[in-house]
């Protein structure tokens, strides 16, 4: 599976379409974007990681870095090399001592390190082109013709996060969540 024939992508946003949640991923200057669905949890775990958040707990991509780190390994990548029955078919690609292993992953967990390592996320060109729609149908984002529903918000996501941390007396992550908020505000 080498890359040459591959699409570095980055998360572009969150939205919530009618058949569920979608991570949309896009090409650099491009004008479509390659929708993911995910459950409700994925994306929270994806807003974690996107907003740079303290988990409480080490999340499961979280400790899979840390073994590939401990048995000397470390993440290069990850891919969307195909497309089966409606599923996308992803690896995740880490070097050992200069070999490459590929690991089979879900799109869920490749979307997680990416947020977390903030790396793009490699797309087969035959994915994109069979796979993308018009950026232009995502609602909430400057290209919008309103086709698909408002972005999740990071902010509510933040402040419900904020609430939970305080009601459970985890005050450095709320601390954290807090600070994170306050400079949202500030960008905006």
């Not at 949890?41 to 974690?48: A, C, H, K, P, Y």
């Not at 880490?94 to 490699?122: M, Y």
């Not at 902010?155 to 807090?178: C, G, I, M, N, P």
């Amino acid at each position: 599976m080498g890359s040459r024939d591959f699409v570095p992508t980055s998360i572009w946003t969150i939205s919530h379409a009618g058949t569920g949640n979608a991570v949309f991923l896009k090409p650099e200057q491009s004008a479509v974007v390659l929708p993911v669905y995910v459950s409700e949890n994925d994306i929270q775990t994806i807003l974690v990681e996107l907003t740079r958040i303290l988990a409480p707990r080490p999340m499961i991509h979280e400790q899979l870095l840390s073994v590939a780190s401990a048995l000397g390994a470390r993440f290069l990548r990850s891919e969307i090399y195909a497309c089966l029955q409606g599923s996308y078919l992803c690896t995740m690609v880490l070097e050992k001592d200069g070999t490459e292993i590929c690991l089979d992953s879900r799109p869920s967990d490749i979307l997680c390190l990416a947020a977390r390592t903030q790396s793009a996320v490699l797309v087969a060109e035959e994915v994109l082109m069979h796979n993308g729609i018009p950026a232009d149908r995502v609602a909430g984002t400057p290209e919008s013709n309103g086709d698909i529903r408002e972005p999740a918000s990071v902010v509510s996501f933040l402040k419900r996060e904020l609430q939970t941390a305080v009601d459970h007396e985890e005050f450095e992550r709320a601390a954290h969540l807090r600070d994170r908020l306050a400079e949202l505000s500030r960008h905006h």
